[in-house]
C-alpha cells in the first residue's frame, strides 16, 4: 500500500532506539524526509545513518534533550515545519507513590505531557494552514490498564490523553489528525532493564522471568519495534484521514476488556 506520505517531513523524538526508531525507520521507507532526536550526539547520528542505510531515505540528526525548551528549539531548528510529529520520551522510574516528590511529579509531567503538548502548540497552526498533519503520541498501555507501579506514568500520560482527546476534535476538519498508541510490552533496552530487575528481586533467570511474561500475553511473546512503526506510518498516512483522536493498543492482546 502507497501510505501517500513520500515527500513530507517528520520529526520523531526519542528515536536513536527502541519504539522511536522503529517508527523514524518506518517513515523514512516510505519517502518522508525523518529528523530524529535524542540526548546522545553519538547514539542519534549513527542511529540516523543507519535508517538512511537501510531505507534510502533522507535522515537528519539532532541531539538535544526534548524535554527542555532548549532542546525542543533545537529539534524544531532542523525540522521547523513537520507535516508529521511523532511524539515521544522515555517513562518515569517505577515505584511507590509515597516517595515521589513534588519534584519527580514535576518530571513525569514535563516530560511525558507538557513536553508532547508544547511540540503540539509549536507546530499545529502550519499543519493547518497546508491542510495535511499528522501528529502521533506515543503513550502506554497504562492509560488502557493502570500499572500500579508506573503511577507517574499512569497520571502524566492520562493527562495527555485527556488533552488530545478534546483538541483532536477541533483539528480534524483542517486536514489534521491526532491519535495516540499505546504500546504494550515490545523488545527494547527499557523492557530489559525491568526483566532483569523483576530477576533479581525474584531470584531467577532473566530467561525465566522473560518467558513468564511472555507467556502471558496471548500472542505469546514481546512486540517488535519494527511492527509498531508500522502502525504509526500508518497512521500518518493519507489513508487515516478519518482517524481522529483515538487510542490505539497495541499489546499482543494482553488488554483483556471488550472496549
Known amino acids: 500500500m502507497d501510505l501517500g506520505i513520500a515527500g513530507r517531513k517528520a520529526l520523531v523524538c526519542a528515536a536513536s532506539k527502541g519504539l522511536g526508531r522503529g517508527c523514524a525507520e518506518a517513515l523514512a521507507r516510505e519517502g518522508v524526509e525523518v529528523t530524529i532526536c535524542a540526548r546522545t550526539a553519538d547514539a542519534v547520528q549513527q542511529a540516523a545513518a543507519e535508517i538512511g542505510a537501510a531505507t534510502g531515505g533522507v535522515v537528519h540528526a539532532v541531539a538535544c534533550d526534548i524535554t527542555t525548551a532548549e532542546g525542543r528549539a533545537a529539534a524544531l531548528a532542523a525540522c521547523p515545519a513537520p507535516d508529521i510529529l511523532v511524539n515521544n520520551a522515555g517513562g518515569p522510574p517505577p515505584g511507590d507513590f509515597r516517595d515521589w516528590d513534588r519534584d519527580a511529579w514535576l518530571r513525569a509531567l514535563d516530560a511525558n505531557m507538557l513536553t508532547p503538548i508544547e511540540l503540539i502548540k509549536a507546530t499545529l497552526d502550519g499543519m493547518i494552514a497546508r491542510r495535511f498533519g499528522r501528529i502521533v503520541n506515543i503513550t502506554s498501555s497504562s492509560v488502557k490498564a493502570p500499572i500500579d507501579v508506573l503511577g507517574l506514568s499512569n497520571g502524566a500520560r492520562s493527562g495527555l490523553t485527556g488533552f488530545v482527546a478534546g483538541l483532536a476534535r477541533k483539528v480534524a476538519m483542517h486536514g489534521v489528525t491526532i491519535n495516540n498508541l499505546l504500546p504494550g510490552t515490545f523488545a527494547t533496552d527499557r523492557i530489559a532493564v525491568m526483566m532483569s530487575a523483576r530477576a533479581k528481586a525474584q531470584n531467577r533467570s532473566v530467561d525465566d522471568v522473560i518467558a513468564s511474561a511472555e507467556h502471558a500475553i496471548p500472542a505469546g511473546r514481546f512486540g517488535n519495534p519494527t511492527e509498531f512503526g508500522a502502525v504509526c506510518a500508518f497512521l500518518c498516512s493519507t489513508q ?20
Open 240 to 259: 487515516a484521514s478519518f482517524l481522529v483522536g483515538q487510542n490505539i493498543l497495541l499489546d499482543g492482546g494482553n488488554y483483556p476488556g471488550t472496549y
